[in-house]
């Protein structure tokens, strides 16, 4: 069977692995990563080598850009502390714990690798815990600290990472040297980021193309990473400031079709490429167990790889109780057990030297701790939801509806400004009774009347320029709510989303 064919047939199955965790209600990641086991072990399958360099650079940006680009700057702001307690410090006491365990039991194991498999296996990776929120919905706050942290935490691990393997390399290890170089690799990010979000939105607001404004969206990404990198800073950090940015700024950087097919492309591209990657990396267990058992003793290996992810999952559980983490104790809880591994994980253990002793008993624990999270914690997340009995919000939360209300209060000011400017009576009166009819449902939502929140989409309305004109000042409501710190981000983008479904049915007439 060629390489192609073989792709080919990769991604058939994928979409059926992942139609069957629907069916299963069991999270997809999990379900593609056993997959790619089982695939893994047929006889007479092209060996598929996932080297490092394809997940840092191919997979990881688009990855970062969609996750930052629905995550809000004020909220990780809002909840600064905690998420610099999860992504800093979890991560440093995670590493730390990891090699005196890794240390202790695993013959050989010298504390310079000990220390590089704990910042191998430092990050989290939260897709799993994502797809488990979906099915069920969990509390805002729970879903904000549990991707702010994926989202930081993998420039922390990676910074400490290679410092780690550098000192191994060269046998020296100096703490001001990491400090330092943490610092300015985390600026050094940070900076370029902030300076290639703004270049994109001035190119993006000049443009009519929607198709070009959507392909600029994913070349952007690649191009903050690429020169983070090599200018020795952060590219992880690069390319989630570049993401923020262009979250915070979508309202002027598209048109209403543009931001529309842009965030339909993005999702489809967003889930494509986590389930390719969970397939892969499923995949790359056979070939890697295959290599290590010409040099290791395997069964000997297993128990102490884990107790390793034994340790992992402990830290992480006895770190939930930390008073600066807010809260309800469930929400706590909840985030705790979120703490899956993923691709990164295994990207940097791929990325370990030769030259490092001990690179491959790393290899191994390091896929066994990705398996033992993933699996374990992943099938049992939904349960541990529903014995905590947490929720999302309500369809209309509300916040929701006092965002809607005030939209629609501003839109009916501007109506009555119109009828002073002449604008057409049959017109007037049934946009009044629209806003009118979204108005009391707001007030209804506001009372406590959870049934008055909209089943489907509003009908369908076609009144030209006045009509796009009431949705532009609806907009401008919205964005003044949210800059003010009034309102999500979140909820502004799904109302927004309803102002540009309309918009778009407008038409260009």
């Avoid at 842009?262 to 995949?283: E, M, R, S, T």
Wanted: glycine share 10%.
């Amino acid at each position: 069977m060629g390489d192609l064919e073989f792709l080919f047939l990769l991604l058939l199955a994928t979409a059926a692995l992942v139609r069957l965790a629907d069916l299963a209600r069991i999270p997809y990641p999990i379900v593609l990563v056993l997959g790619g086991l089982g695939v893994g072990v047929l006889p007479g399958l092209p060996d598929i080598v996932l080297e490092p360099e394809v997940i840092f650079l191919v997979f990881l940006p688009p990855l970062l850009s969609a996750a930052a680009f629905n995550t809000s700057p004020q909220a990780l702001r809002a909840q600064a502390g905690p998420l610099a307690f999860l992504a800093v410090g979890l991560v440093l006491l995670t590493m730390a714990a990891v090699a005196v365990v890794a240390h202790a039991v695993v013959p050989g194991l010298g504390w310079e690798a000990a220390f590089i498999l704990g910042a191998v296996v430092a990050p989290t990776d939260t897709v799993a815990a994502a797809a488990a929120f979906s099915r069920m919905g969990v509390p805002d706050r729970v879903k904000l600290l549990v991707g702010g942290e994926a989202l930081i935490n993998d420039a922390t691990a990676l910074v400490v990472f290679r410092v780690t393997v550098a000192a191994s390399v060269s046998g020296t290890f100096s703490a001001g040297d990491a400090v330092l170089e943490f610092v300015l690799s985390a600026l050094g990010g940070v900076a370029i980021g902030a300076l290639v979000g703004v270049v994109q939105l001035r190119i993006l607001r000049k443009l009519d193309d929607t198709a070009l404004s959507i392909f600029i969206t994913v070349l952007v990404p690649y191009g903050a990473y690429v020169a983070a990198e090599e200018a020795g800073v952060s590219g992880v950090l690069a390319v989630v400031v570049v993401g923020l940015h262009l979250g915070w700024h979508t309202h002027s950087a598209f048109r209403a079709d543009t931001r529309l097919s842009g965030i339909a492309f993005w999702g489809v591209l967003d889930f494509a490429i986590n389930a390719i990657l969970f397939v892969l990396l499923g995949l790359q267990f056979p070939v890697l167990v295959e290599e290590l058992q010409r040099e290791l003793t395997l069964g000997g290996l297993l128990g102490a790889a884990v107790l390793v992810a034994l340790t992992i999952v402990v830290v992480r559980l006895a770190c939930i109780t930390f008073p600066g983490l807010g809260g309800t104790g469930r929400e706590r809880l909840a985030v705790g057990w979120s703490g899956m591994r993923g691709a990164v994980s295994l990207a940097a253990a791929l990325a370990i030297p030769t030259s490092v002793e001990g690179r491959d008993e790393i290899l191994f624990i390091t896929f066994v701790v990705i398996l033992v999270t993933l699996v374990g914690q992943g099938l049992t997340l939904p349960a541990l939801l529903r014995v905590l009995n947490i929720h999302g919000p309500s369809p209309w939360s509300p916040e929701e509806a006092i965002a809607r209300l005030e939209a629609a209060q501003s839109a009916l000011d501007r109506l009555d400004e119109l009828e002073d400017e002449g604008a057409g009576e049959e017109q007037l009166r049934r946009l009044r009774e629209f806003y009118r009819a979204r108005f009391q449902r707001c007030q209804a939502v506001v009372g406590g009347d959870r049934s008055a929140s909209p089943a489907h989409a509003e009908s369908r309305l076609r009144y030209g320029a006045l009509r796009r004109e009431l949705i532009g000042v609806e907009r401008g409501a919205l964005i003044d709510l949210r800059n003010r710190g009034r309102l999500k981000s979140e909820l502004m983008r799904s109302i927004e989303r309803d102002l540009d479904l309309e918009e778009a049915r407008l038409g260009d007439g």
